[in-house]
């Protein structure tokens, strides 16, 4: 009696802590759950913590908090510059109203499947406005920005908020790449070989210049030279006149002397001069023939100016 009345409080004992452990379930803080009795959503447990379902009769979904990826495959789009883009773009959202998330898509995979068919229009509608510069480096947030605000917008009415859209990639395909790349790559040939012909020209020129400035300079120089030689030369004249008005004599016996020292300073000199020439008057003596020295202290008379001996030029 006892044995069978120990083992009919045991199974009460199991029976009850089943129907606890069934009447109970927790929220964790990355979920969101929703209470349905019969298909039917009953309540909503957003906040993290324990509770309450009636056992057999309601049931629990769970749903989740955090931001959701969306990657969608890269597309082919065209520009509003009839340009044709690939385009590799991702979203970001939220659910945030879980009924009427449930009530719409039911569960994530559908989400992403009504979120890509969203984000593909969007794209397709927005890019197909813009110009390629425009996608690829003028207006890209901007672009970004209104694509989220329409998938947004379109979102709302499956309990969807969009958090954040990106363009991971916006490039030509792949034969139009090969294309641009050779036009560009020809076109800066051409302002290479351009600029190279503005730089030959320019150092023609300066080249040019250079010459003209050279040969001013240099003539100016010279005619600076010969004037100022022809200053020299007058002044020695002046020099010269000066002092052969002083001493005549002295003035004929030096230059003289100057002459027999240009003249036979060479070892092989040759000359066939008569002997009794003018150009040998003081080798007779510093007097000259019958003359008197001049010098120094000497009395000066006015004898006839000698004539200037050869080889003195």
């Given at each position: ?21 069934m ?7 990355t ?30 979904v769970?749903l ?5 990826d ?11 510059d009839?340009?044709?883009?690939v ?7 939220r659910?945030e ?19 890509s ?17 425009d996608?690829?480096?003028?207006r890209?947030a901007q672009?970004?920005?209104a694509?989220r ?9 499956i ?15 792949d ?22 012909a ?9 080249k ?24 020299g030369?007058?002044?020695?004249n002046r020099?010269?006149a ?8 002295f ?24 002997p ?14 019958g ?7 000497a009395?000066k ?6 004539s ?6």
């Amino acid at each position: 009696m006892k044995n069978g009345l120990f083992g009919f409080v045991a199974i009460v004992l199991v029976v009850l802590a089943v129907l606890a452990y069934m009447s109970f379930f927790v929220v964790n803080p990355t979920q969101q759950a929703l209470v349905l009795q019969f298909g039917e959503i009953r309540r909503t447990a957003k906040d993290p913590g324990l509770y309450v379902k009636i056992p057999f009769i309601q049931n629990v979904v769970f749903l989740d908090k955090r931001v959701l990826d969306l990657n969608m495959e890269p597309k082919e789009v065209i520009a509003a510059d009839k340009k044709r883009l690939v385009v590799d773009a991702f979203a970001r959202y939220r659910i945030e109203n879980p009924v009427l998330f449930f009530q719409t898509v039911n569960n994530v995979r559908e989400a992403d499947l009504r979120l890509s068919t969203f984000l593909d229009a969007s794209l397709r509608s927005e890019l197909g406005r813009s110009s390629f510069t425009d996608v690829v480096r003028d207006r890209r947030a901007q672009l970004m920005e209104a694509i989220r605000k329409d998938i947004d917008r379109r979102s709302a009415e499956i309990g969807v908020t969009v958090v954040d859209v990106k363009i991971r990639r916006a490039d030509l395909p792949d034969a139009n790449s090969q294309a641009v790349f050779r036009r560009m790559q020809t076109e800066r040939q051409r302002e290479a070989t351009e600029i190279r012909a503005q730089g030959e020209e320019q150092s023609r020129r300066i080249k040019s210049r250079a010459d003209r400035d050279a040969t001013v300079i240099v003539a100016e120089a010279r005619r600076d030279a010969e004037k100022i030689r022809g200053d020299g030369d007058a002044e020695r004249n002046r020099i010269f006149a000066e002092a052969y008005s002083k001493d005549p004599e002295f003035f004929a016996f030096y230059r003289s002397m100057q002459a027999y020292l240009t003249g036979m300073s060479s070892k092989d000199t040759r000359m066939v001069i008569s002997p009794d020439s003018d150009f040998f008057r003081y080798f007779l003596g510093p007097q000259g023939p019958g003359g008197v020295a001049s010098g120094v202290g000497a009395s000066k008379r006015a004898p006839s100016v000698p004539s200037s001996p050869a080889g003195t030029q």
